[in-house]
Structure formats: structure tokens, C-alpha cells
């Protein structure tokens, strides 16, 4: 390679290891807000159930009030079997007990089943809560987990920061600004060897798509410190040096 393709592989290999410790960082950022998203979507599933439950246990009151209110009908019916005096009034007494008396055990039924509701509710809630307090400590242990990594690396990022500066200096501008483009397009990864596919045949591939090279671009990398691109991927091309493969 020739010096400004030596000075760009250089800053890639600067930039690949920062990449390394970027997405370490980014995976680690990323457990924490599916951990968070977990905890607002189990507080709306709280909110949920406490809603509901509240509109089981509203109907279980009525459903109650609704009994009390037959039970004191009742005893006014019962009064007016005393007083009743014709045998006709007595059974329209007693047709009207025995009604009151059946929409009450109908209405408890209800009752007793909304109530049952409500406890499964109050079951879920609790569940719900607990699983929450789980999710909690995850998310505690993650925050730590990341604060731990950038306290770690914090030296190495600086050194490789300086590092980079350093690269990035010998090279021209626009060289920077082609590497910088294409490293943006390829998640850090701007370069990529040129390999040969077969000992005996001049056939070459980009190292970084797998797609075929033209022997057009292997030569003007041999005879020229220039940037080609891969036609394909759009990688910034480069061939590797008996220094470097021996390094």
C-alpha cells in the first residue's frame, strides 16, 4: 500500500476498535431501554387491572345494595302476612316474598361472582408488581453493568480518540472525508481487502461484500496510492502488504 491508503488503513483499524467499544456501549444502552419499556408497559398493565377492578368492585357494591334493599322488601311483605285478610291477599303477599326472595339469591350469585373478579384482579395486580420489582433490579443491575463498562474503557476510548486524531492528520481532507462517508454507510467498517480467489488465476473479490473486483481496480491499487472503490458495496479498497501481513 502506499502512504495515504497506509495512513487510511491505519485510522480503520483505530476506528474498528472504537467501534468495538461503541457497540459494546450501544448493546449495553439498549438492554436498559427494553428494560425500561418493559416497566412502563407492566405499569399500564397495572393501571389496567386497577381499573377494572375498581368497575367489578362498583358493581359488586350495587349488586349488594340491590340485595339489602329485596331483604328489607321482604320484611315489609312479611309484615303484610299479618295483616293480610283474605286468603287472596296472602298468597299475592307470598307470590310477591317468594319473587323478592329469588332476585335476591340471583342478584348475590352476581354479587359473589364480581367479587370473585375482583380478587383475580387483585391477584394480577400483585403478580404484576412483582414482576416490576424484578424488572427493577434488572434494570438497576444494567445501569451499573454500563457505568461499570465507560468507567473501564474510559482510558482506552481517550487513547484511541488521540490515536484517531493522530491518523486522521496524514491524511488529505478530502481522503478524511471519503473515509468518514463511507465508514458512516458501513457501521465504522470503510475499508476492505482485496482478496484473490484463486492462486493461479487473477480473479479478486471485495473482502467486504464477497462480489467480484475488476482487474482494472487491482491494478491501478498496484500502481497507484489512490482510493477505489468497491463497485458494489462502495468500500474503499486496498491490498495487503507483505509488511502487514507479516506483522
Not at 62 to 86: M, N, P, Y
Not at 132 to 147: I, P
Request: negative net charge; charged residues 35%.
Amino acid at each position: 500500500m502506499g502512504g495515504m491508503l497506509d495512513a487510511l488503513h491505519r485510522l480503520q483499524e483505530i476506528e474498528t476498535q472504537l467501534g468495538r467499544l461503541r457497540r459494546e456501549e450501544a448493546g449495553k444502552a439498549r438492554q436498559i431501554r427494553n428494560l425500561e419499556r418493559q416497566i412502563l408497559r407492566i405499569d399500564e398493565d397495572i393501571q389496567r387491572l386497577e381499573v377494572q377492578q375498581a368497575a367489578r368492585q362498583t358493581d359488586a357494591d350495587q349488586f349488594e345494595r340491590d340485595v339489602k334493599i329485596r331483604e328489607e322488601s321482604i320484611l315489609r311483605h312479611r309484615d303484610g302476612l299479618l295483616r293480610a285478610r283474605t286468603n287472596k291477599d296472602y298468597a299475592a303477599i307470598l307470590t310477591s316474598i317468594n319473587t323478592e326472595k329469588a332476585d335476591s339469591a340471583k342478584i348475590e350469585r352476581l354479587a359473589l361472582e364480581k367479587l370473585g373478579e375482583v380478587e383475580r384482579l387483585q391477584e394480577e395486580v400483585v403478580s404484576r408488581a412483582q414482576q416490576r420489582g424484578k424488572t427493577e433490579e434488572r434494570l438497576a443491575a444494567c445501569r451499573q453493568a454500563l457505568q461499570d463498562y465507560r468507567d473501564q474503557t474510559a482510558e482506552e476510548r481517550e487513547d484511541l480518540g488521540r490515536q484517531r486524531e493522530a491518523a486522521a492528520s496524514e491524511l488529505p481532507p478530502t481522503a478524511l472525508a471519503t473515509f468518514t462517508r463511507v465508514a458512516g454507510k458501513h457501521d465504522g467498517e470503510a475499508l476492505a481487502e482485496v482478496t484473490r480467489l484463486h492462486p493461479k488465476r487473477e480473479e479478486y473479490a471485495c473482502g467486504g461484500c464477497n462480489m467480484t473486483i475488476t482487474l482494472e481496480n487491482v491494478a491501478a491499487l498496484r500502481a497507484r496510492d489512490e482510493i477505489q472503490f468497491c463497485n458494489v458495496c462502495g468500500r474503499i479498497l486496498y491490498l495487503e502488504s507483505p509488511a502487514h501481513k507479516n506483522a
